[in-house]
């Protein structure tokens, strides 16, 4: 039986911590206009988990939700407002921010997902897949 590897991560006070475990699902960057704001950058990098894959360990009474769209229901830190995780409940998955790992990743992104309403000042740079929408799986 394959043992997973398991990554730590934290937002930014460190009051809410967790552990992740590989694989991912998929990873990548998303650009759709949700991810831009709540992260106030040009996108986000996020791992596709399961919730098996994902604990929280310390904190859990810190994260507060908001169902940011139909389709994603958002956890943050209370304290220091670090997005931890979007639960998608059309697929079960958890989209986990890659920018919290305090863990180096086995896996990076893949490709690039809604670049159809990436800023317009933003040019990815990169030769990875780029898709308007989110690929269908």
């Known amino acids: 039986m394959m ?5 730590q991560g ?6 809410v911590r967790f552990t992740v475990a ?28 399961s919730p098996k894959q994902f ?17 994603t229901h958002s956890y943050f830190c209370s304290n220091c407002s670090s997005m ?9 998955f958890l989209h986990i921010r890659m920018g919290l790992l305090d863990d180096e990743p086995s896996e990076q992104p893949q490709a690039h997902i809604f670049v159809g309403s990436k800023a317009d000042w933003y040019s990815i740079q990169d030769n ?8 269908v799986a």
């Not at 043992?3 to 990554?7: A, D, E, H, N």
């Not at 310390?58 to 139909?70: D, I, P, V």
């Open 3 to 7: 043992t997973m590897k398991k990554l």
């Open 10 to 15: 934290s937002c930014l006070c460190g009051q």
């Open 22 to 49: 590989e694989p991912f699902l998929y990873a990548g960057y998303c650009h759709c206009s949700l991810c831009r704001k709540a992260s106030a950058a040009v996108g986000t990098a996020v791992a596709a988990v």
């Open 55 to 71: 604990e929280i360990t310390q904190g859990a009474n810190a994260l507060k939700s908001y169902q940011r769209s139909e389709k």
């Open 84 to 92: 931890v995780y979007g639960q998608k409940p059309e697929t079960g």
């Open 128 to 135: 990875l897949p780029q898709f308007e929408q989110a690929p």
